[in-house]
């Protein structure tokens, strides 16, 4: 019994004493890989300060920078963390550990791919900036002033006062028009004008009409008339006036104006706007089956 006991008391100060030794020798590679490890978190936590200044005077989302100097950070640290780990001689570990970390990515793409399709488009549209907050856009079937921007989804109120949360990827993807680019805007309205009317004078009274428009209109563009084609019933006018606002409100009253001008002096000077009309050609009916209107003799 007393034998049995020395064995295990052996082994045990055996296993100790190879313990002991490993770690002796190994101390320095944990020092080392310790200082690794400081200096990853120190120099990090210098260049996420560094990184969100320098975003903050590019980019105007503190959302946006927050989630990119993280993720760059976290990189950042998990590239220090491998760094160590390579100095305590453990390869084989950082290989299991990369090999982890691709299945879990891969797998983690095809989980959450339009996740990742939102914020991809959100970071872009952040970067490359078509449209910001409060501008006023039509992508889809949606009209109305971008409210927020988020890393999924803008949301735009319509000007029914409705609030509309739209994918990034959508606006990214679809046709966007930003009424917001240029300070000026382009109204066109279409007329028509009679056939029997003097064109010449239409042309000249369209003109006067938009003119008179004077603190909407913008004074570096005249306005221009061009017809454009024959009707059914009239001969088609294009009218087009540059006002010196793109603020939607603005143009709904500016061509709501210029309707009202144009039509009261397309009628002070006679021309007045026709109705649909559509004229029937009846061939002559043949002598067998004219009707007499003579009463019968009595």
């Excluded at 917001?180 to 056939?195: F, K, Q, S």
């Excluded at 024959?230 to 500016?254: G, H, K, M, N, Y």
Aim: net charge neutral; aromatic share 12%; proline share 4%.
């Amino acid at each position: 019994m007393e034998k049995f006991f020395q064995q295990i008391k052996d082994l045990i100060f055996n296993k100790l004493e190879w313990w002991t030794t490993s770690f002796v020798t190994h101390l320095p590679n944990v020092i080392v890989s310790l200082l690794v490890l400081i200096i990853f978190f120190k120099v990090g936590g210098f260049f996420k300060r560094l990184a969100d200044q320098t975003m903050r005077k590019t980019f105007d989302n503190s959302l946006v920078i927050k989630v990119f100097v993280t993720v760059l950070y976290y990189l950042f640290l998990f590239f220090g963390f491998f760094s160590a780990l390579k100095v305590l001689n453990l390869d084989g570990t950082v290989s299991s550990l990369l090999a982890g970390a691709g299945i879990v990515g891969l797998a983690l793409s095809f989980a959450f791919q339009d996740l990742a399709t939102n914020f991809i488009s959100s970071v872009i549209i952040i970067i490359q900036k078509p449209l910001k907050i409060g501008d006023f856009i039509e992508t889809g079937e949606f009209l109305g002033y971008v409210e927020k921007i988020d890393l999924r989804s803008i949301t735009i109120r319509t000007l029914e006062e409705l609030h509309v949360i739209v994918p990034s990827k959508d606006v990214f993807q679809k046709a966007l028009k930003n009424y917001n680019v240029n300070a000026l805007r382009c109204l066109n309205l279409a007329v028509g004008i009679p056939y029997s009317a003097d064109l010449d004078l239409a042309h000249k009274t369209s003109l006067e009409a938009a003119l008179a428009l004077e603190n909407t209109l913008d004074e570096r563009f005249p306005p221009m008339a061009n017809y454009t084609a024959f009707c059914e019933s009239s001969i088609t006018l294009e009218l087009r006036v540059w006002v010196r606002s793109s603020d939607p409100i603005f143009c709904l009253q500016a061509i709501s104006y210029l309707i009202m001008s144009l039509k009261k002096h397309l009628e002070a000077q006679n021309i007045h706007i026709p109705y649909p009309i559509r004229t029937l050609h009846l061939p002559q009916l043949p002598q067998a089956f004219s009707v007499s209107t003579t009463p019968n003799a009595q």
